[in-house]
């Protein structure tokens, strides 16, 4: 993998990797995209930090509904503000929790005029019908990924 | 309960009810506000007619993410002229399925800046807690929905 | 006051009247609009049943805090969609109370392309200068509001 | 406070602090962030300044209201720029005045979309619920808004 | 001048009459347009209620500035609202005055997307070239409105 | 076909049909669709009047440039009105003439967030593949079109 | 004047400056704003340069509604480009021609919620009560707008 | 050509090419506008790059249909990426194919606003007339187009 031609570059972009936190799918975007013009952004991936950060910044709470509330509303100030940013939102699922956020986060990009690309292993494929079915591409590695946004951001793919 | 002295009904609503399927919440939603001023929409409800309805349409597909994708954009017409209408989104999460869906219309009608109200029962709390931060109103039963729609409709609650 | 005829009227409007709950304006507009083909929208004026809405719906909290947000939150849906409706919103303030409500529907209200009219007397002028700087007019009285509104729906004022 | 790891941040963001001029709570905003790729706008804070500019620039009136009136609309000019240019929206509530206007550029900014985050001691809760209720983060010092910024642009929290 | 088959009809319009006051056009179009579906709006055509407006209803000025500024600003009430409304806006410039408020509505209106159709003498072409490049249809008489008017609400011109 | 239990109507519609005016799809589809509560609106779909309608109203031209332009812009003053009030867009694409008009109105359609319909015969398929790409919905017979619609408003398909 | 201190600028404006192309008030605006983090844009101030530029470039017209209409569409692609681009439009009216097109601007800048400055003579107000009412600030000279933009862009003003 | 003063050049652009790949008008532009402050983006123009993209990344499909499918929507990340991005968008149509994806381009770019040239030789007039009357601009040859974007950028044409 060559550093493209500066004359080969079309524009640059903003992406946004949202979903799944417990794999290294960030990573391995981040590296085969390295000689792309794209500033990658995320939501914060240490779990702990993430579930706690409203109480551990705004003071405790007795309720766990309220914990998660402060949290997620935190959480929210950078989704949005990163969602509004970019010009791609890549949603990843997998097998493991709900992820209702990566749903949700999914339908506010798409509501919001992002172009979404999909990321899941085949057999999400009929849970994951509607939210595909708003996504511009639907793969299933990290390097398709890549090579969709290579495609995006080049002249000559 | 009784119908209310029209002069107390300020506005009439349009309601979208998304999400689970398997229960009778939409049945006991309608039933509850039958004397308020309000149009409620929801989606296709026959699981299969659903799901097939791509397909039934629009001629069969080998692969079943085709038929997947199909069903999911007829399904979407439907889903966003909803969204698009309504004033108010009312997304029930239930313990069955991943309903990615669900999550997903949240999301869109969040950023398309309607109300969303959440209802799901207090086991889902931290699993939906980025979706509920983004609720006005986070709901454990039908009855409390529609008392939140009274409050919204009527002059003197 | 006589009905206008009816070729004399030119349009319909929609005005939400927002602000200080604990007067009669609402009602000397309503008297005195009563010929105009208006529909007056407004928040819930119960001051107890405002404050109360949150905990006496989806269930009480120790925290005054959370009772607060819990009902803010439903009168917030109540709110936006009656200014989203509106085509006029009229924001009433008065000495009691430090009425942040107010301004905050005025300053969303005027965000949303809103045509904003305050109501207030003369020794409130330098407190408000940033809110009436926003408005389209500037009324003491009740009745001055509702000769607006009549020069704005009728043909022949 | 350490600079953060150039690696580690995210985004950059521009913040706007409305509200209460009498305290020092913008030094201490910036101090204390003074690492974070933040860019940080603020009113005119010189009252007078702030109170005199129309008639200092435009010329004299004979009634206050127009002074004010001329006054109050260039510092629109400035307000309104900054909040559309703003990521979040930093509102100061404090004990003096009655502060309409920053409860104005919070109703503004919330429909411009934009996260809001108010800071008020907590007496001011039951006074400031509907303001709050819109707010993402609700803090009580300086130093926890920019804990919460940090959060936001770093990626290692 | 029959009244078209009502199945020939294919929507109904709201259409603003902007611009001059000073001739009976908008009685031309209206008594040309008796048989279609479509609703004229228009702003006050009393020229000295409309120049009177602001201090008749809102309280005397000294300095005509004011005088003009509060009457400006109703009428703006009534002129953006009528605007919002209409899907089709009219305006017609004349020999006499300047009619600066006539080409502030036409840049409005084009701003917001509706369909602009101006109507003025062809001496006044030049004059008006950067009008008439943002409008959709240059007419010279009310006649001629109205008939591009039955060619859009018609399904058999 | 037998109209459907009110009670199973969740909505109604307005369609717009754009694109080729010289087969009868329309009036299959208006037929197929005559139980449904949908308001179908089109351009005017005689040709010569249409071609015709720049000058036949606004006076002749000699250039047939300008006769065309004066046309092409009275017959978008009724399409954008039409795609604006529009839900869902049908766009027929067939085998005689350019149809350039038809595929400018899916770009635009799309771009104002409205549902997509093409029809077309699948030989067309490659020519046509960035409008499909963008589409809900891709039928070849006006009966599957109207059973799309026919699913999207009833509650029990 | 000196350069007010970098710590002092509170954020880069860009300013479009519509109006009369007959005087000098652009460079007086420029000179008099040299230090200030402001970028101006401006419509062609040449005057034949301006009024040929669609025969110019696009080929000769024998009736000059064309010739005008294609120079007032090449202009209006760099008017609306800059107003859009602009944070301030600044309108000046002067005694001579009609300037429609300056009233124009300015609607379609309130339109799209730039802030309005307009600068015209004293005698002009009653002529321009329409424009004005929608201003943010109303200037009789050019240092009056520079002052303006000072105060908005800088801190300690 | 010589490069314009640099104190000459108003504002820089980013302009999209949009439309047939088979000639080497973007080079011609690219080449005429090599001295001004202009960011041009394209499509893909490798035919076979273009058409085989879906499959080339995504994985191989059957049906030609969803092997268009998935590359029209690739190219359509980049196409609504780059449209969202300009500020002019030029839109070339030449004899050969249907080119139904510049005409789709073209209506996309005017919803959203932007500022449309076409470029075509004359005998296409009467089969764009719709595309043409949307456009700002209509040119012949791609030194007209460079000709238009100069004006636009220049201060001194």
């Not at 085969?32 to 991936?45: C, H, K, R, S």
């Not at 993430?50 to 309220?66: K, M, T």
């Not at 339908?107 to 990321?119: D, E, F, N, W």
């Amino acid at each position: 993998m060559t550093k493209p031609d500066p004359s080969h570059v079309s524009l640059s972009l903003t992406v946004y990797l949202a979903g799944e936190i417990h794999s290294d799918w960030r990573d391995r975007i981040r590296a085969e995209a390295g000689d792309l013009p794209i500033t990658f952004v995320a939501p914060v991936t240490d779990h702990a930090a993430s579930d706690d950060v409203g109480v551990a910044i705004l003071g405790e709470e007795n309720r766990p509904f309220w914990k998660d509330h402060k949290g997620g509303k935190i959480n929210a100030i950078r989704t949005r503000t990163m969602i509004e940013r970019a010009d791609i939102v890549v949603v990843r699922f997998g097998d493991r929790y709900r992820q209702w956020n990566a749903a949700f986060d999914a339908g506010y990009a798409v509501a919001k005029g992002k172009s979404l690309i999909t990321l899941h292993p085949p057999d999400l494929t009929h849970a994951l019908k509607e939210v595909d079915a708003a996504a511009m591409a639907v793969a299933e590695t990290p390097e398709q990924v890549v090579a969709v946004l290579r495609y995006v951001v080049t002249t000559h793919p």
